[in-house]
């Protein structure tokens, strides 16, 4: 049997900086977004790459910023359809015609 290499977890101000340049990423990927399409796209893509590196998740809201299959930047109505459909909200990229579902809790008044 081989041996797993032992997972050594990063310092905690490593990880805070990770995140920290991860939601700085996601902003200037939304400054950039009207000039320059694919100099947002390797924004997400440099803070997925963060992410990756230091082992941290990607903050929820942001995950909903990104396709999960091209890695583009969305923009609702721009380059992407958002739809309610049975508890789910559908993110549908219109550069990759590929779509991501995210559930949601209906709460009651």
Known sequence: MANKRAYKPKPAYQTKTA?????????EAASAFKEDKKLSNRYVSL?????????VKIPSPLKKRFCKHCYSYL???????????KEKVVYYCLKCK????????NKLL
């Open 98 to 105: 590929k779509f991501m579902r995210f559930p949601y809790k």
């Open 19 to 27: 995140l920290e340049r991860i939601r700085k990423l996601f902003k």
């Open 75 to 85: 923009k609702p109505s721009v380059n992407c359809r958002v739809r309610l459909q």
């Open 47 to 55: 803070a997925r790459k963060i992410a990756m590196k230091y082992k």
